[in-house]
């Protein structure tokens, strides 16, 4: 499977699939939350969604899921035509700060790739806005 970039703000990132454990241990967590948080109706907007999935992640499993994320994307920077393509876990303390609406645009992102129609049947997958595909 090959990484997927996409665009979010002016930054293009490359997502890496995820090692079958992590999958495994968050697709555990993810059914957990959506039977907690009553996920199967839909919630009105972007903003719900990501309010009602921060209550039940709780502020542990949400730095964890933060973390899993980092480990599987790249940072892809273009300058004088050299493409450069770093590993996000090893700037994202300085990249991500103040950008914490493209952090949660990147979690989205990474669980909709990772989960497929997963979300979809339950309901609460988040609207698309400021999300890009790369080619």
Not at 34 to 63: N, P, Q, T, W, Y
Not at 103 to 129: Q, S, T, W
Request: glycine share 10%; with cysteine; charged share 30%.
């Amino acid at each position: 499977m090959e990484p997927r970039r996409i665009t979010i703000g002016d930054h293009v990132y490359q997502l890496r699939p995820w090692a079958y454990a992590d999958g495994r241990k968050w697709l555990y967590r993810f059914g957990q939350l959506a039977a907690h948080a009553g996920a199967a109706s839909k919630v009105e907007s972007d903003e719900a969604a990501i309010g009602k999935l921060l209550e039940a992640l709780g502020e542990d499993r949400f730095a964890e899921l933060c973390n899993t994320v980092e480990q599987y994307t790249d940072l892809v920077q273009v300058s004088g035509g050299v493409e450069k393509v770093q590993p996000l876990s090893s700037v994202s303390a300085a990249h991500m700060r103040r950008r914490y609406l493209d952090l949660v645009k990147l979690l989205k992102a990474h669980v909709e790739e990772e989960f497929g129609d997963f979300f979809a049947g339950l309901g609460v997958v988040l609207g698309d806005r400021g999300v890009k595909e790369t080619d």
